[in-house]
């Protein structure tokens, strides 16, 4: 007998591989690399990698309305389509609303909020008492001196442009701060220029050759204002363009994208779940496909529950007569979305900003706004998302990494990461039942059943008229080959 034979097994017992413990510190080494490559890799690419969640969780979000389509009666690639590019139309409606009350409506609210809280301020500050002690102590408002410097300097250029255009040609122009001090000075550069002050050959000279400087440096200065201003012009031009061309491309990509990954999802799951073991392949397609859904119905919901919110509160802000209804919806709708706190979120603009109006029609904003988030809360959520949300420890974590990472928009995009988390960590949770083998008789039993139904297939299929395609036929015959090697194997 060798050494070897020692090492042999016995028959009927199972082969244990021993490792060693430099072998395990470095698979351990070797995992640990592996994470840290594909993170560095990840944030690499991040860009790419946002696009492509955001591609699943489009089409996470567009998948039960697909289906419900094509059960109506509607090819699954035409309803796909169909919606992706709806989703696509309505967030590029929802990019020009932003658009317009960023630019638009929120300076001139903000500089009327700056303008009152000033006029607050002095007002207080001059009252005698607590009220002056508070107005005193009042922060003044940043900029507010430059506010009110430049309004003057715009209203004093009106004015200058408008006395220019009644003043008639040919009447003497009336000299500035700028055109006196240079008639000042020309006495003396006459007197130099002449050998006197006398000397009127010399002042005359000394005249036109100071007019004919300036009429030659005149346009200089204008051609180069102008280019410079040309210049500006070209580079926020194509500035602008860059930016809408790149726009632009990353929604197509996100609409291929999400078309790709809804059509052939089977096809996608199986790629990469082939790379896991096939013990392992059941649990992980379980927990995916609950993540998927759970995502999809939180994020329909949040959409809804905006637009439905968005609607209704411009509506009712228009109806009080607020100076600022658009706004006040768009922030509201906004801050809805965040996380725990998106009822405080919304309430303190629309409170401040319903001011600008009057003190009742803030108050007003403030309880309709409450009214429309308490039925969204308690009536239309839990009609769109059954599933049980993400725990307040969850969510508040999640938004706080996200607030601190990315800002509001972090913050707007923690809930739905947040019910993942909540999701994966509810799978890792949930108790595995054992398995346990069925009966030796009832499993041969099963076996010879389903050995007779490929046998009836198969003959169904030789003595059919019609012409079987090639792709079904190749289905059946892997079919025959699992039932071989599964007989094989009993």
């Known amino acids: 007998m060798s050494a070897t034979d020692n090492l042999t097994p016995a028959p009927g017992t199972p082969a244990v591989a021993a490792q060693s413990p430099l072998r395990a510190f470095a698979w351990v080494a070797l995992s640990v690399l592996t994470t840290i490559g594909a993170a560095l890799l990840i944030w690499e690419f991040r860009s790419v990698v946002l696009l492509l969640a955001a591609a699943l969780v489009l089409a996470a979000t567009i998948r039960p309305v ?24 309505g967030l590029l409606v929802v990019i020009g609303v932003s658009a317009y009350v960023l630019a638009e409506e929120l300076p001139r ?25 508070i107005g005193k102590q009042l922060p ?12 003057q300097l715009e209203a004093g250029a009106v004015a200058a442009a408008s006395d220019a255009a009644a003043t008639p040609a040919g009447a003497p122009q009336a000299v500035t701060a700028p055109q006196a001090l240079s ?30 400087a300036a009429n030659n440096a005149a346009p200089a200065g204008s051609l180069t204002t102008s280019a410079e ?16 061309l790149g726009l632009l491309s ?21 790629l990469w779940l082939s790379l896991l073991p096939a013990d392992k392949r059941g649990a992980v397609r379980n927990g995916w496909r609950k993540i998927d859904g759970s995502l999809g119905a939180h994020v329909r919901s949040e959409l809804v529950q905006a637009f439905i919110a968005f609607v209704l509160l411009y509506a009712g802000f228009r109806l009080m007569g607020a100076e600022y209804p658009l706004l006040m919806a768009w922030i509201a709708a906004l801050a809805w979305m965040i996380p725990l706190v998106g009822w405080l979120a919304a309430l303190a603009p629309v409170l401040v900003i319903g001011l600008l109006t009057s003190p009742a029609v803030a108050v007003g ?44 928009v972090g913050l707007i995009v923690a809930s739905p990461i947040a019910v993942m988390v909540d999701t994966f960590v509810s799978q890792w949770n949930a108790p595995r039942s054992a398995t346990i083998p069925p009966p ?39 079919l025959q080959t699992l039932l071989n090697d599964t007989e094989k194997a009993l």
Request: a negative charge; aromatic letters at 8%; glycine letters at 8%.
């Open 66 to 89: 697909s289906v419900w389509l094509t059960a109506l009666g509607l090819r699954r690639n035409f309803a796909t389509t169909l919606l992706v590019l709806l989703v696509v139309a």
């Open 109 to 133: 609210a903000a500089t009327e909020l700056q303008i009152n809280y000033a006029q607050v301020r002095n007002a207080m500050a001059e009252q005698s008492g607590w009220q002056g002690t």
């Open 140 to 151: 003044p408002p940043e900029g507010f001196e430059d506010l009110v410097a430049r309004s």
């Open 183 to 212: 008639a000042s000075e020309a006495p003396s550069a006459v007197d130099d220029q002449a050998g006197g002050p006398g000397d009127q050959p010399g002042t005359l000279q000394s005249t036109e050759s100071a007019g004919d």
């Open 229 to 244: 201003r040309a210049s500006g012009l070209l580079r926020l031009f194509v500035g602008t363009t860059t930016s809408v």
């Open 250 to 270: 990353q929604f197509l990509i996100l609409v291929f994208l999400s078309l790709y990954w809804s059509l052939d999802r089977e096809w996608f799951e199986r």
């Open 365 to 408: 904003a403030s309880l309709y706004l409450t009214l429309i988030l308490v039925l969204l809360e308690f009536v239309v959520e839990p009609r769109l998302d059954m599933r049980r949300r993400a725990g307040s420890i969850v969510g508040l974590v999640v938004a706080l990494v996200m607030l601190q990472a990315f800002g509001i």
């Open 440 to 478: 030796a008789a009832t499993f041969a039993g099963a076996f010879e059943q389903l050995e007779a139904r490929v046998a009836t297939l198969r003959a169904a299929m030789e003595t059919s008229d019609e012409e079987i395609p090639l792709s079904t036929r190749s289905l059946f015959e892997r």
